[in-house]
């Protein structure tokens, strides 16, 4: 599977975007997706993640009621819309796939097996 990942920008603190990341390969569709992000200096950290037919999601507790994961698997696509977006949000963005079958999707970074290449968001105060 081979990620591609956009959608990040520069947005002020309150503001609203909207990532994608295309995957290529059959694989998609069998796949949990997740979104990691990597602030300057910090570890990276998981950010959300959906089962592969959408039922299931996850997310961390600091983007509760403010991110949404969801996902097309016809086109191939996962998407985080960030809504209510804040300075601390700032941080390059990773869409991964796990492709192995778990019960609810994985949180830990270790557990996918394929990484896009970042989009970088930046939010402003």
């Known amino acids: 599977v081979q990620l591609q990942a956009s959608g990040g920008g520069l947005v002020q603190a309150g503001g609203s975007l909207r990532l994608s990341c295309t995957a290529s390969?059959?694989?998609?569709?069998?796949?949990?997706m997740g979104w990691f992000r990597q602030a300057p200096e910090k570890e990276r950290e998981f950010v959300a993640a959906?089962?592969?037919?959408?039922?299931?999601?996850n997310y961390a507790d600091s983007v509760k009621g403010r991110f949404t994961i969801s996902r097309d698997n016809v086109q191939n696509t996962v998407f985080l819309q960030m809504n209510s977006l804040k300075p601390e949000d700032t941080a390059v963005y990773y869409c991964?796939?796990?492709?192995?079958?778990?019960?609810?999707?994985?949180?830990?970074?270790?557990?996918?097996?394929?990484w896009g290449q970042g989009t970088l968001v930046t939010v402003s105060s």
């Open positions: 991964a796939a796990d492709s192995a079958f778990r019960t609810t999707p994985a949180h830990l970074d270790y557990e996918y097996d394929y």
């Open positions: 390969g059959h694989a998609f569709r069998r796949s949990t």
């Open positions: 959906i089962s592969w037919g959408g039922g299931y999601t």
